[in-house]
Nanobody, 122 residues
Framework: DVQLQASGGGLVQAGGSLRLSCAASGFSSEGYAIGWYRQGPGPERMGVACIGSSDGDIYYTDSVKGRFTISSDFAKNTVTLQMNSLKPEDSGVYYC???????????????WGQGTLVTVSS
């Protein structure tokens, strides 16, 4: 079974930085993707960034481009999300999730880790 564990959340002032990590294990195939999703006050989770293990394809949602960087060490099954210039609207619970290929669609991600809370104060 695929297992994902996110860590690195916390409280930071606007303009600050946080680094989230996702430790993944249990993949039965070499090709997969890890995505980061944020859940704010509403019920929906918004895709933030994702990266594929096969080709290194990377996607960012528009609101984080130029501020967030996703990187991976797939040999260690670890994906990192470096978040700089944080804004209050970046606050939420961040989840890492696994899919067979990079996608911005949450429905493609069948395995989810527990979330890590990010709070950005103004």
């Amino acid at each position: 079974d695929v297992q994902l564990q996110a860590s690195g959340g916390g409280l930071v002032q606007a303009g600050g930085s946080l680094r989230l990590s996702c430790a993944a294990s249990g993949f039965s195939s070499e090709g997969y993707a890890i995505g980061w999703y944020r859940q704010g006050p509403g019920p929906e989770r918004m895709g933030v960034a994702c990266i594929g293990s096969s080709d290194g394809d990377i996607y960012y949602t528009d609101s984080v481009k130029g501020r967030f960087t996703i990187s991976s060490d797939f040999a260690k099954n670890t994906v990192t999300l470096q978040m700089n210039s944080l804004k209050p609207e970046d606050s939420g619970v961040y989840y890492c999730a696994a899919a067979p290929f990079p996608s911005s669609q949450a429905a493609q991600y069948g395995d989810w880790g527990q979330g890590t809370l990010v709070t950005v104060s103004s």
